[in-house]
């Protein structure tokens, strides 16, 4: 029999069976008469607690207890037949156990991926990320079927949400498994997943890949710190650390769970104040996921006992809860990073016997202030509706080779703001000369500040069909 360090387990114990092994159809109460036990005369800061060995396994399993000081009563409940004692937890072992592994992956950093930096291209158009990384983010731009893919990877012992403009297609959130081999995190990675909605996110050492449709390609992302996770992985871990022979598996009804993060984040929280709630909610979670019916394997039932000891003992959370803040503050720096998506047309681009320019500017009325190449600010010269604006344009044309003979052009131009919102678009209705743009029937105004996308497909006569696609920011 495997006993922690935490626990003092003694004689007096007690062996339950049925007939054929059989187990219960329901909880069985256990009560332990400790009157004439000198161990339990005056248990100081211990807490007794009533553990259990069940067949074939090597470690005990704690459950929870309820202890009558004055008549030197132990009760628990049990659904499940073994072998049963009364016991005395060490509150600082199992704190000490629980915070020594929880702040072990603190200092771990990730080295430098050798995708960082690198470009994108998809079809005529080259992608680059600006910046190319930040100070707790490897990021990755990757051509992949057609579209855009963006990996972004933690550098950092903190986690972090992913917002991104347009919203992504698809996203595959990787909690790390290096540091925590021996723990199945499918709890971990349900309770974010109800938790972020369209968003994504990078757990501590974790990674995501953001997946873009073909007409929908990444524009900006914003990446938020969220504290919180690093308590929430620090728990998870903890508890490993008290059972390390019990493999960790799913939390039943973990939508019920995600509290345990709102929690977290307040427990993360300079002065502290919702470590007390963190405490409840992670023992609320236990209660729902027990009565949900769901848990009905020994293993998921062993999962809420192991996380039971940390509410019975006390100030076990919250003791969790400051060291982990306290660790992780020096690595609290800049709280939001915004990184750009940025477009270039590979002007010219062959498509096979034309190439195609295309092109941003503002107009020459003074209405928009150019900045630099496609970037733009909004004039203080003319409002309309009691707004001021930018008026902006594009042109476009083609190079065909000499003696070629493609015929004439149709143009079609769809300009994109913040989000993939379409807010112009210009189609001619039959074909002409190969070119367009730059007049005032196309001039088109912009309010609001935002990185706008010209895409451009130009129909040939008797050529191939040309697309090219070129981005733009506006400033206030």
């Given at each position: 029999?495997?006993v922690?360090?935490?626990?003092d387990v003694g004689?007096?114990?007690v062996?339950l069976?049925?007939?054929d092994?059989?187990?219960p159809?329901?909880?069985l ?6 009157s004439?036990d000198?161990r339990?005369?005056?248990v100081g800061e ?6 259990a060995?069940s ?7 704690v ?7 004055s008549?030197?009563?132990l ?10 004692w009364?016991a ?9 156990r629980?915070?020594?592994a929880?702040?072990g992956?603190l ?9 960082v930096g ?6 005529t ?5 600006d910046?190319?990384f930040t100070?707790e983010?490897?990021?990755?731009l ?5 579209a ?7 550098n950092?012992?903190n986690g972090w949400?992913?917002q991104?403009t347009p919203?992504?297609?698809a996203?595959h959130?990787?909690?790390d498994?290096?540091l925590?081999g021996?723990i199945d995190?499918?709890a971990f990675e349900?309770?974010?997943?109800n ?7 990078v757990?501590p ?20 710190l969220?504290?919180?996770m690093?308590?929430?992985r620090?728990?998870?871990?903890g508890?490993q650390a008290?059972?390390?022979s ?10 019920a769970?995600t509290?345990i993060l ?6 993360m929280?300079p ?7 963190f405490?409840?909610?992670?023992f ?5 996921s027990?009565e949900?019916g769901e848990?009905?394997?020994k293993?998921?039932?062993?999962d809420a006992?192991?996380?039971s000891?940390?509410t019975?003992?006390p ?5 969790l809860?400051?060291n982990?803040r306290g660790?992780v503050a020096?690595?609290?720096g800049?709280?939001t990073y ?5 477009t270039?047309q590979n002007a ?6 034309a190439?195609?320019n295309?092109?941003?500017?503002v107009?020459d ?6 900045l ?5 600010r909004?004039?203080d010269?003319?409002?309309?509706n009691g707004r001021?604006?930018a008026d902006?344009?594009y042109?476009w044309?083609i190079?065909?080779?000499?003696g070629s003979?493609?015929?004439?052009c149709?143009?079609?131009v769809r300009i994109?703001?913040?989000g993939?919102v379409?807010v112009?678009r210009?189609?001619?209705?039959g074909?002409?000369?190969?070119r ?6 196309t001039n088109?105004?912009i309010?609001?500040a ?6 451009l497909?130009i129909?040939?006569?008797?050529g191939p069909?040309l697309?090219?696609s ?7």
């Open positions: 029999m495997q922690e360090d935490f626990l004689g007096g114990g062996a069976t049925y007939a092994d059989a187990q159809d329901g909880s109460g256990l009560s332990f008469d400790l004439q000198p339990f005369a005056n211990s807490v007794p607690a009533v553990v060995l067949e074939g396994d090597a470690q005990v399993e459950l929870e207890s309820t202890w009558d000081a008549s030197r009563t009760t628990a409940t049990t659904d499940h037949l073994s072998k049963f009364p005395l937890l060490d509150p600082k072992a199992v704190t000490d629980v915070s020594g929880a702040l992956f200092q771990q950093a990730s080295p430098r991926p050798d995708c690198r470009t994108a291209e998809v079809g158009t080259t992608y680059s990320l910046p190319p100070a983010h490897w990021l990755c990757r051509e992949n079927a057609g855009v893919s963006i990996d972004v990877i933690s950092s012992p949400t992913v991104s919203a992504f297609s996203h959130p990787v909690v498994r290096s925590t021996l995190l499918a349900t309770v974010f997943a938790a972020y909605g369209d968003g994504s996110y757990a050492e974790g990674s995501t890949t953001l997946d873009y449709a073909p007409d929908l390609p990444p524009q900006r992302l914003t990446l938020q969220d504290p919180g690093s308590l929430l620090s728990l998870f871990l508890v008290l059972h390390p019990i493999p960790f598996g799913a939390v039943d009804d973990a939508a769970c509290k709102d929690a977290a984040r307040e427990a929280e002065t502290g104040v919702g470590a007390g709630n405490h409840r909610e992670v609320d979670c236990l209660s729902l027990l949900s848990a009905t394997t293993e998921a039932k062993f006992s192991r996380l000891i940390l019975m003992v100030d076990a959370l919250t003791a809860a400051a982990v660790a020096p690595f609290l800049q709280g915004t990184v750009n998506v940025r270039s010219p681009v062959a498509a096979s016997n190439t195609v295309l092109s941003t500017k107009t009325n003074g209405w928009g202030v150019e630099g190449p496609n970037h733009f909004v004039s010269l003319m409002k309309r001021y604006f902006t344009n042109e044309s190079n065909r080779p000499d003979d493609l015929g004439y149709q143009g079609h994109l703001g913040p993939g379409e112009a210009y189609d001619q209705t074909f002409d000369q190969c367009g743009g730059g007049t005032w029937g088109t105004r309010f609001d935002g990185t706008y996308t010209v895409n497909e129909l040939m006569e008797k069909t697309t090219a070129q981005q733009f920011v506006v400033d206030q």
